[in-house]
């Protein structure tokens, strides 16, 4: 029988094996392009969100496809395949 130890053995925080280093993410510095002025000058109100509903209001049907079936492999999946248990 296996005992669980009263205390948890302290794990090594830095692998001595392999060739990568974990390195921490540092986000990008931002472009120097993008400054408050440039955000200031996007003017949202003069966007116009497209009409959907015309979208949803289609008269026309959609026919069904007629999917076939496909098997995991090229034998049929039928007994008449040829194969024989002895």
Not at 2 to 22: H, I, M, N, R, T
Not at 34 to 60: E, H, Q
């Amino acid at each position: 029988m296996f005992q669980v130890p009263d205390e948890c053995p302290k794990l090594e925080s830095e692998p001595s094996y392999g060739v990568a280093k974990p390195e921490n993410f540092e986000y990008p510095a931002p472009a120097e392009i993008w400054t408050p002025a440039v955000y200031a000058s996007f003017n949202l109100g003069k966007i116009s969100m497209p009409d959907f509903s015309k979208i949803f209001k289609s008269k026309k049907e959609l026919k069904i496809v007629s999917e076939e079936k496909i098997y995991q492999s090229e034998k049929d999946p039928s007994t008449e395949s040829g194969c024989v248990i002895s």
